[in-house]
């Protein structure tokens, strides 16, 4: 009897021990599941972020836009084309740009393009028509964009050329154009 009396305690015992190791297994997967879960939410978050953030990057850089106001109006020395001038508005929306030619960071950047030619940073001078002197180009103003020095480049006639007007934040200004097939005037338009 004493042996069927301990035989039956030791597997009362046994179950008791397999409840508990049961339980604890038990948390355990609830722990990983939790801390996956936690995880799998972070990456989420984290990707959403992310995505917000190229929106608004790409929002930023489509506001910044200027636009052509005016003619493109070229200076030449009688057989070359020597300079052009061009007033811009921003674009509806944008954003202030930087058109002071002095700045040292966040400035506009002018380039020109022929097929002779590509200048990365050209030497040009902004003066406001209708704005508050600051160098900024806001909403409600206009600017004028001199840019000389060109006869380095030999624009003579027939010449297609391009100037990139780019603002530190936004799309570029894109002016393509090409000189008449007489360059003997003081002032052409060239539309």
Do not use: C, H
Not at 18 to 38: D, H, P, R, S, Y
Not at 166 to 183: F, N
């Amino acid at each position: 009897m004493k042996r069927i009396w301990n035989r039956a305690r030791s597997l009362r015992e046994d179950q008791g021990i397999t409840g508990l190791e049961t339980a604890i297994v038990l948390i355990a997967f609830v722990v990983v599941a939790a801390v996956f879960a936690f995880v799998v939410l972070s990456t989420g978050l984290f990707s959403s972020e992310r995505g917000k953030e190229t929106v608004y990057a790409g929002l930023a850089k489509t506001r910044g836009t200027m636009t052509l106001s005016s003619s493109v109006i070229g200076t030449s020395d009688g057989t070359e084309l020597t300079g052009i001038d061009f007033n811009v508005v921003l674009a509806a929306g944008g954003d202030a740009v930087n058109l002071d030619p002095n700045a040292t960071s966040n400035r506009t950047v002018m380039s020109y393009i022929d097929n002779a030619n590509n200048v990365a940073d050209l030497t040009y001078t902004a003066s406001d028509i209708t704005g508050d002197g600051d160098g900024l180009l806001e909403p409600g103003e206009l600017f004028t964009i001199g840019i000389t020095g060109l006869g380095a480049y030999n624009i003579v006639e027939n010449t297609t050329f391009t100037i990139e007007v780019k603002p530190p934040t936004g799309s570029y200004l894109v002016l393509q154009r090409t000189t008449p097939a007489s360059v003997d005037e003081t002032i052409i338009n060239m539309n």
